[in-house]
């Protein structure tokens, strides 16, 4: 349920107008490009050391089970703006719950939302001057990754949500019009995959 409400948190916040998803041919085009991510994820779990623990169910009909709720969710959201019983002004620090939803943009977040699962990049840990532990960064502020090598699983599973984001970007000029909301979005060339390994830092992210 917290992913299905993360995801809609990100339509939310996405430009764009309201619009309901386009032909099957615009979700087939969005499958097309995640199935090859889902399967080197069951690649990945199955060569790790630890075959996999923790890998439950990434696969591709995790994603779309979680599509179908998605956008079932947003649309009783909507519904329940629009009859004046959810809604209203936010709080400070909180997005208001909205009747416009873009269902492309939602379902192909839902099907992209695992990707990362197959692996790709990871940060490091450290530890602030209060003890609280960080994520490092360089000189001008900016997160340092370097490339998994995908056989500690664990931190394949910790970052996995960090990776599916970079795969949405990384894929952003393949999907199709309906599920592109990419305006405010950088070029990302150093995140490319087959990247020498070492650290890298982000790039080009708002």
């Given at each position: ?8 948190l ?99 977040a839902a ?53 599916s984001?970079l ?40």
């Amino acid at each position: 349920m917290r992913k299905i409400l993360a995801l809609l948190l990100a339509c939310m916040l996405a430009s764009g107008s309201c619009a309901a998803a386009e032909s099957g041919n615009t979700m087939e085009a969005v499958r097309a490009l995640v199935q090859p991510y889902y399967s080197a994820a069951i690649e990945v779990a199955l060569n790790s050391p630890d075959l996999g623990r923790g890998f439950t169910d990434h696969k591709m009909a995790h994603a779309e089970m979680v599509a179908v709720k998605a956008v079932e969710t947003g649309r009783a959201i909507v519904e329940a703006v629009q009859r004046g019983t959810l809604g209203g002004e936010a709080p400070a620090g909180r997005v208001a719950k909205s009747g416009e939803i873009d269902y492309a943009v939602l379902e192909a977040a839902a099907l992209f939302h695992d990707t990362g699962m197959c692996g790709g990049y990871a940060l490091n840990e450290t530890v602030d001057e209060n003890g609280l532990t960080v994520y490092e960064t360089d000189e001008n502020g900016r997160y340092i990754m370097y490339a998994e090598d995908n056989l500690n699983f664990a931190e394949v599973r910790v970052f996995h949500s960090l990776n599916s984001g970079l795969y949405v970007l990384l894929n952003r000029m393949e999907l199709p019009s309906p599920c592109r909301r990419t305006a405010r979005i950088r070029s990302m060339k150093s995140l490319e995959p087959g990247c020498s390994r070492g650290k890298r830092s982000i790039k080009g992210m708002v």
